[in-house]
């Protein structure tokens, strides 16, 4: 049996290029992170092997002692890392991902058809909380169950309570879903609460993003409010790739949330759990218990907030003005009607198509970014008119703080970013970006944080 290099120089190649680029890129986007070596031993390790359909004790399949004690591990410190009684919630730790998670969700306490409303898509929400566009349903979780998004307030850039509270009750929805993928503020769980109550509805939060910032208790506590928790497990929560679902144990409008959601992953849509994820899981969820860990979530909103702060110096908007998390949407709209206008101010009227010659949108940023190393996304922010060309960048923190960065470098960071808008603004070549030049022989050094610690 031989190691990888031997059996498979090819796939090794690849592996070793992807390490690189991880490596020397400054990476910012929200939803990444660098897990840890222990981590990804227990990922890479002979757990992958064992097929353990079902629950601890009610297996399908014999030769399961050590996963059920795994399993049962995980479920323990899952509970354990987000501070919850055990005789109060429950934990599926099966989940395959996020967007998995969400439906076993849906299609446990739902019927099909049933109403929805979570945050749209082009104000931050994710596409399974229920994704459509005029012509058509995009997500599974609209195809499959009526949904009706709730929206941002576009002058606050918060989301805006009051018109989901007149929907709802007119909309009356059998869910409402808090959670999003590129907000920068804190979702108002009691408002929500009540909500959700007056029309009769199931509270779920997804707290993918946010995960590893509610174990350190960096933001509000979803846990206090809602029904069902759902999160990813390799975002903030910085785990292996995966999902787990929490729910109540007792039961919530007559229904048994445990065993609904428990039958709901299987047999209802999955089949075998990935151990090696759990196992992995189990690690990070022990580490998230930490003080280390607590440190870490501190550093990463601080983190944020410097990059915020400096953004805004430099003349940048952020959507709703900053943030209280792990990231930040920028704006880059104003400063295109602005450039546009001391061009020209006849372009205003025909702001799109300048846009797009002009190259000053959220995708072609994210182009010379990418060509800098500087990974992040191009994303939607309220009022825009194209999905595919939109106005913003999301920039996340989690995972440069994990390499150590700290208020100097995400500082430094705005710096670099600035940059490259300004080459994209300017169209001028990529080596006239002296910072740029700066940060990368930056990376190049041997002083790079944690170039050591990279493994696999
Ligand atoms: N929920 C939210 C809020 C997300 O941001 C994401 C992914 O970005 C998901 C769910 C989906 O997770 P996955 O990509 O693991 O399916």
């Known amino acids: 049996d031989h190691g990888l290099s031997e059996a498979d120089p090819e796939v090794r190649a690849i592996i070793n290029k992807e390490k690189e680029r991880q490596f020397k890129s400054l990476e910012l986007i929200a939803s990444e992170n660098f897990t840890s070596r222990a981590v990804m031993e227990a990922v890479g390790s002979c757990l992958t092997n064992k097929y353990s359909e079902g629950l601890p004790g009610k297996r399908y399949y014999g030769g399961n002692e050590y996963i059920d004690e795994l399993e049962i591990l995980c479920q323990k410190r899952a509970l354990a890392a987000f501070h919850l009684d055990e005789n109060k919630w429950g934990v599926n730790v099966q989940p395959l991902s996020g967007s998995p998670a969400n439906f076993e969700v849906y299609t446990a306490i739902l019927n099909p058809h049933d109403r929805i409303m979570g945050l749209d898509l082009p104000h931050g929400g994710h596409l399974s909380h229920g994704f459509m566009t005029a012509k058509r349903r995009v997500s599974g979780t609209s195809i499959y169950f009526e949904s009706m998004p709730y929206r941002l307030d576009e002058s606050t850039g918060l989301v805006d309570y009051d018109m989901l509270e007149k929907t709802a009750t007119l909309f009356r929805p059998k869910l409402i879903i808090c959670g999003a993928s590129a907000y920068p503020r804190d979702f108002d769980y009691p408002r929500m609460r009540k909500i959700a109550d007056a029309v009769g509805a199931f509270l779920m939060m997804d707290m993918a993003h946010i995960s590893g910032l509610v174990a350190a208790s960096v ?160 994303n939607s922010v309220p009022g825009d008119k194209s999905a595919l060309v939109p106005g913003g960048i999301r920039i996340g923190s989690p995972a440069m703080t994990t390499r150590g960065f700290t208020e100097k470098e995400f500082t430094a960071i705005a710096d670099f970013i600035h940059e490259g808008v300004q080459i994209t603004i300017e169209a001028k070549g990529l080596a006239s970006g002296s910072k740029v030049q700066e940060f990368l022989k930056f990376v190049s050094s041997p002083d790079f944080p944690l170039r050591d610690k990279m493994s696999n």
């Open 219 to 378: 933001v509000a506590d979803p846990f206090e409010y809602c029904d069902i928790v759902t999160t990813t497990t390799h975002k903030s929560l910085r785990g292996p790739r995966g999902g787990m679902i929490f729910f109540k144990k007792d039961p919530v409008l007559g229904v048994d949330l445990e065993s609904a959601i428990n039958n709901a992953v299987f047999p209802g849509l999955q089949g075998g759990p990935h151990n090696h994820t759990i196992g992995g899981l189990a690690v990070c969820l022990q580490h998230a218990q930490s003080p280390e860990f607590k440190a870490y979530q501190n550093q990463v909103v601080s983190n944020c907030r410097a990059l915020a702060r400096r953004l805004v110096e430099l003349g940048y908007a952020l959507v709703s003005g900053g943030s209280d998390n792990h990231l930040v949407l920028v704006d880059l709209r104003p400063l295109v009607s602005y450039h546009l206008y001391t061009l020209n101010s006849f372009c205003l009227l025909y702001i799109n198509e300048f846009l797009l010659q002009q190259g000053i949108d959220g995708a072609r940023v994210e182009k010379i970014l990418d060509m800098a190393s500087i990974t992040l996304n191009k």
